[in-house]
């Protein structure tokens, strides 16, 4: 059998590739991220001999290695034996550098899945080969559909405890592409692995002839990125972070005098799209029309910038926009809306009930807004929407939101930074939930 592949692969030299790893409990995730970092010679010699000398107190026999260590940073992980917290590993092969995080397992924990999830290119979710696709499993897969996540690579891992058995590598191959097809997710690649002993994550495993798809290492270096193509292939989208003038410590070395005294410079992380000197653009809110006359990258002029580059823009008109406004390419900024319906992953113990207020934080701006209605709760056995009048901790659903100011908000399927939303606890300041918009205006 080969991979379940709806997406081709690309390669992509000396690129940077953003992944994560998630699954159920003791699925072998912090073992699979050591093994790779290991067999990718990632490790450095006095990290390995430190891992190598614990390993053998806690009983593996000399040459042998407890690959965990190489992620489970916390005390508390190391004592347990799980993963707590998002652990960031970097390591880079001959084609590519990579940004991993390390994501829990533990339902309470999913919160941080969602945390590693959020900017990755590709999500790896691990599923013990003599278990098969479980609750926890279809919550993760959940969260990479809700998160537009580009690429999915279902690992069967402990293939080796099973004997290498293609047949419960097919079972698991075919329930894998029944879940994905309910939850719409697209670049679905499954295959099976050993973190335990390395079968298909670096080298090809001759124990799994019957399996001819890439290695774990392979399917990596080769999956296109996400981010930047799409971005700069958008149109632009300038949150404003911080409006900067002479009297709020602009710097004066990089203007001359008489710049310097009249300058207002609107600085921001470019969330998609590219913008030049000379580009008209919309300011939202008030839908103000004017021409960009100036670019900073990093204190020094430039023609040009994209996505995600931060930047300081000038303007050829005085426009009255704060931090939480949008600057847009001309025509194109969305109008502002009052009301959403939303796919919210609930992150809080405090569960979501109708007519609760929260602050709900877009881009830069953060507005006062009230829950007007719970619409549903999925199912995470069946994976149907279900009538609820609440989400608790980790669940998943649909609610409608109401804003106390118009936000220009867009469906997070065309728009991931304009479509994102956090609600965000009046009182503590505590993320509730993070949802993403799935309705049209």
Not at 65 to 85: H, K, S
Not at 195 to 208: F, Y
Not at 335 to 355: H, K, S, T
Request: one cysteine or more.
């Amino acid at each position: 059998m080969t991979a379940v592949e709806t997406g081709s692969l690309s390669t992509s030299k000396g690129t940077l590739f953003r992944f994560a790893t998630a699954g159920s409990v003791d699925d072998g995730k912090s073992t699979l991220v050591g093994r790779l970092l290991h067999d990718a010679k990632a490790i450095l010699a006095d990290q390995l001999e430190q891992v190598a000398s614990t390993s053998r107190q806690r009983g593996f026999a000399h040459g042998e290695f407890d690959f965990a260590l190489l992620t489970d940073g916390l005390r508390a992980e190391r004592e347990q034996g799980i993963t707590i917290d998002v652990a960031y590993r970097y390591f880079a092969t001959d084609r590519r550098s990579f940004i991993l995080a390390d994501c829990p397992g533990h339902v309470q924990y999913t919160r941080n899945m969602v945390t590693g999830s959020a900017t990755a290119d590709a999500v790896i979710v691990l599923v013990d080969a003599r278990k098969g696709i479980v609750e926890q499993t279809r919550r993760h897969l959940a969260v990479v559909s809700l998160l537009r996540v580009a690429h999915v690579i279902i690992a069967v891992n402990k293939i080796d405890l099973t004997g290498f058995d293609e047949n419960v590598y097919v079972a698991i191959e075919l329930e894998a592409a029944r879940v994905a097809e309910q939850l719409g997710l697209q670049g679905i690649h499954v295959l099976p692995v050993s973190a335990l002993e390395g079968d298909n994550i670096v080298d090809r495993s001759e124990r799994t002839p019957w399996y001819s798809g890439p290695t774990l290492i392979e399917l990596l270096e080769e999956l296109p990125r996400q981010d930047e193509a799409d971005a700069a292939a958008s149109a632009l989208r300038l949150p404003v972070q911080l409006v900067l003038r002479p009297q709020g410590g602009l710097s004066p070395e990089i203007l001359d005098a008489e710049q310097y005294r009249d300058y207002r410079g609107f600085a921001g992380r470019i969330a998609s799209g590219v913008v030049q000197v000379g580009d008209r653009v919309d300011v939202f809110p008030g839908g103000h029309e004017t021409t960009v006359t100036g670019i900073h990258v990093a204190g020094e002029p430039a023609d040009a910038a994209t996505a995600p580059q931060s930047v300081t823009l000038t303007l050829a008109d005085e426009i009255d926009a704060a931090r939480g406004a949008l600057i847009a390419a001309v025509g194109t900024a969305p109008a502002g809306r009052r009301e959403a319906v939303v796919e919210l992953f609930q992150l809080d113990a405090r569960p979501v009930v109708a007519g609760a207020k929260v602050l709900v934080k877009h881009g830069t701006a953060t507005v006062q807004a009230l829950v007007a209605e719970v619409l549903s709760r999925r199912d995470l056995e069946t994976l149907a929407h279900e009538d609820a009048p609440s989400l608790a901790a980790n669940e998943i659903g649909r609610v409608r939101l109401r804003f106390a100011a118009d936000l220009p908000i867009e469906p997070y399927a065309r728009d991931r930074s304009g479509g994102s939303l956090l609600l965000i606890h009046p009182a503590d300041g505590a993320t509730l939930a993070a949802a993403t918009v799935i309705d049209e205006p």
